[in-house]
């Protein structure tokens, strides 16, 4: 299966939310994201930004902190951290690394980076992030852009 192919399978989940051209994927449905890449060993070049989206209103707000990347590589597997000093909350720099160059032939670190990532959002608290607090107060649920 395709990278793009896996994507839109992923996209055409039922509890998405969609608007304009734009789908994010909910925090129920993202994990389909590792099972169908896992069907062939498929190892996919993304980028995953987080969402707080108030489905109802249909506000949205961007965790741009919080997106992570994955690039194929042909160099060793690489897990990149954020910059030492840089001043991120401790929630996001204890528990997200930014990027993964991974080997085609290393499924198994895509795999694991993915699992601990969405692990990880599923329990983060923003609360450094007053603009996020006020989302999720509002009801709003976490969504994810995969380009």
Same mark, same amino acid.
């Given at each position: 299966?395709?990278?793009?192919?896996?994507?839109?399978? &992923?996209?055409?989940?039922?509890?998405?939310f969609s608007e304009n051209d734009s789908i994010y994927i909910s925090?129920?449905n993202i994990e389909h994201l590792i099972l169908f890449s896992k069907?062939?060993?498929?190892?996919?070049?993304?980028? &995953?930004?987080?969402?707080?989206?108030?489905?109802?209103?249909?506000?949205?707000?961007?965790?741009?902190?919080?997106?992570?990347?994955?690039?194929? $590589?042909?160099?060793?597997?690489?897990?990149?951290?954020?910059?030492?000093?840089?001043?991120?909350?401790?929630?996001?720099?204890?528990?997200? $690394?930014?990027?993964?160059? &991974?080997?085609?032939?290393?499924y198994s670190a895509f795999e694991n980076f993915l699992s601990q990532?969405?692990? /990880?959002?599923? $329990?983060?608290?923003? /609360?450094?992030?007053?603009? /996020?607090?006020?989302?999720?107060?509002?009801? /709003?649920?976490?969504?994810?852009? &995969?380009?």
């Amino acid at each position: 299966m395709e990278e793009q192919e896996i994507i839109e399978k &992923v996209e055409i989940l039922p509890n998405n939310f969609s608007e304009n051209d734009s789908i994010y994927i909910s925090q129920e449905n993202i994990e389909h994201l590792i099972l169908f890449s896992k069907e062939n060993k498929t190892i996919l070049e993304l980028l &995953v930004t987080p969402f707080l989206i108030c489905e109802n209103s249909g506000l949205k707000y961007e965790l741009h902190y919080y997106e992570i990347s994955t690039e194929i $590589s042909k160099n060793d597997t690489e897990i990149i951290g954020f910059p030492f000093g840089n001043k991120l909350p401790k929630e996001i720099t204890d528990n997200i $690394s930014p990027k993964l160059f &991974v080997r085609r032939e290393d499924y198994s670190a895509f795999e694991n980076f993915l699992s601990q990532y969405f692990n /990880a959002m599923k $329990s983060m608290e923003f /609360a450094d992030d007053k603009q /996020a607090i006020d989302m999720l107060e509002k009801g /709003a649920k976490l969504f994810y852009e &995969v380009l």
